[in-house]
């Protein structure tokens, strides 16, 4: 079973964000949440509030155990540009461009498959 969730037009660009995402991808739901707690970066907190309300989804919709949850796939996406301009020497103006991003959790309750037997599994499929 998959459950999903996602946080739309997150103020802070997908290229920081994904850092932070390609951290817990493939991990148990509560693994991730404790590496995102403990995470320097401003993107950890939103993303651990996103994966706890996938995991509320979940409970809730599905009537899913939340402990044995994994994070099947999380990707970033580029949200909109605001485009703002700084005043530059002898009247010019140059662009500042503030960017957004779109989350998208996927959670399983199967855990995923790594290293090689994990193609020829899912070309099986």
Do not use: C, W
């Not at 850092?19 to 949440?33: H, S, W, Y």
């Amino acid at each position: 079973m998959e459950v999903k969730a996602s946080l739309n037009r997150y103020r802070q660009s997908p290229r920081k964000v994904r850092l932070v995402t390609n951290l817990i991808k493939g991990k148990p739901v509560d693994q991730a949440i404790v590496e995102l707690r403990l995470l320097t970066k401003r993107a950890g907190d939103p993303i651990a509030k996103l994966v706890r309300s996938a995991v509320a989804n979940a409970k809730n919709n599905f009537k899913l155990d939340g402990t044995d949850l994994y994070i099947k796939n999380i990707t970033v996406n580029e949200g909109p540009t605001m485009k703002r301009f700084m005043p530059r020497a002898f009247g010019r103006a140059a662009m500042i461009r503030k960017r957004s991003s779109h989350i998208h959790v996927t959670l399983s309750d199967e855990k995923p498959l790594k290293g090689k037997g994990a193609r020829k599994a899912a070309a099986t499929k």
